[in-house]
């Protein structure tokens, strides 16, 4: 089984958060520079594009895509997925 890694996906514009359901509980935070940060965890490369592949089906802009450290408790199997810094 693979391990999941966490994500942060970094987007053109201000995405309602109304939408962490439909990215599978990824949270969703606004910039201050008008952009949104999509942060949460991916099984495996297949699961990572398909949620930039959700970004593109809604027409957004993908800016950067970041593999980030899951916390310990988040490695230990909670739903944590905040990254460390």
């Known amino acids: 089984m693979s391990t999941p890694r966490c994500y942060q ?3 053109r514009g201000q995405l309602d958060p109304r939408w962490s ?3 599978n ?8 520079d ?9 099984l495996d490369q297949a699961a990572l ?12 802009t993908l800016l950067a895509v970041t593999s980030c450290q899951l916390p310990t408790d988040a490695a230990a199997g909670t739903q944590d997925t905040a990254p460390q810094g």
């Open 49 to 60: 594009y398909g949620q930039i592949a959700k970004l593109r089906d809604l027409g957004l």
């Open 9 to 11: 996906i970094q987007i």
């Open 25 to 32: 509980g990824w949270t969703i935070a606004h910039n201050a």
């Open 21 to 23: 359901a439909w990215f």
């Open 34 to 42: 008008g952009t949104t940060t999509l942060c949460g965890q991916a």
